[in-house]
């Protein structure tokens, strides 16, 4: 079984900046892959993008491609979600979550205890 | 962009079974997963692969999947399932993740 902790509750101003990150432990993490989905307050779940932290490869959510960067430090087995100019609708709590892919797809078996954003002025 | 299909809610009473679908293009062709997010909760994966039952999910969960629907199937269901249940699954191409839009049960 692996462990995922995140980083804690951020509160930001818009424009600011922002890296979140997420930290595995546990039985063979290294075959992981790592995602980062969204949840908007009240809202669905929606997949962000996944990186595979052995070799840095990274897939993107098309809807979020420019606007947040995913990395890895393979080396303390930590993953990063990071934002340049944070927006008021950036607010949300932002889950890591760690599976497996294929060749064209990708699930999730265990998942951080999510890392609550609110960006306000 | 692809999309799944889930309806917005299902009201079952304790013991009766619930069915909540899925539906999407690409599922003939790609496995569906199903999570399970109690109120103020992390998602928890209860299916995978489409009828695949993790460790530690009770029996009473299941899956299934049919041409361009899956189903989760709760028999028995109990008032701690209350929950908001998600669908995943991906697209034939360049869509690695997808979740539909969830779906509310209500045990009443």
């Known amino acids: 079984e692996v462990q995922l902790v995140q980083s804690g509750a951020e509160v930001k101003k818009p424009g600011d900046s922002l890296k979140i990150s997420c930290k595995a432990s546990?039985?063979?993490?290294?075959?992981?892959?790592i995602g980062w989905v969204r949840q908007m307050p009240g809202k669905g779940l929606e997949w962000m993008g996944i990186?595979?932290?052995?070799?840095?490869?990274?897939r993107y959510n098309p809807s979020f491609q420019g606007q947040v960067t995913i990395s890895a430090d393979r080396s303390i087995s930590t993953a990063y979600l990071q934002w340049s100019s944070l927006k008021t609708s950036d607010t949300a709590n932002y889950y890591c979550?760690?599976?497996?892919?294929?060749?064209?797809?990708?699930?999730?078996?265990?998942w951080g205890q999510g890392t609550l954003v609110t960006v306000s002025s | 962009s692809y999309e799944l299909t889930q309806p917005p809610s299902v009201s079952v009473s304790p013991g009766q079974t619930a069915r909540i679908t899925c539906s999407g293009d690409?599922?003939?062709?790609?496995?569906a997963y199903w999570y399970q997010q109690k109120a103020g909760q992390v998602p928890v994966l209860v299916i995978d692969?489409?009828?695949g039952r993790p460790s530690g999910i009770p029996e009473r969960f299941s899956g299934s999947s049919s041409g361009t629907t899956a189903t989760l199937t709760i028999s028995g269901v109990q008032a701690e399932d209350e929950a908001d249940y998600y669908c995943?699954?991906?697209?034939?191409?360049?869509?690695?993740?997808?979740f539909g839009g969830g779906t509310k049960l209500t045990v009443l």
């Open positions: 690409a599922l003939p062709q790609q496995y």
């Open positions: 546990g039985h063979n993490t290294t075959s992981h892959w």
């Open positions: 979550a760690c599976g497996y892919c294929g060749r064209t797809s990708c699930y999730f078996d265990f």
């Open positions: 995943q699954s991906a697209g034939i191409t360049d869509t690695y993740v997808v």
């Open positions: 990186i595979y932290p052995r070799d840095s490869y990274s």
């Open positions: 692969k489409d009828t």
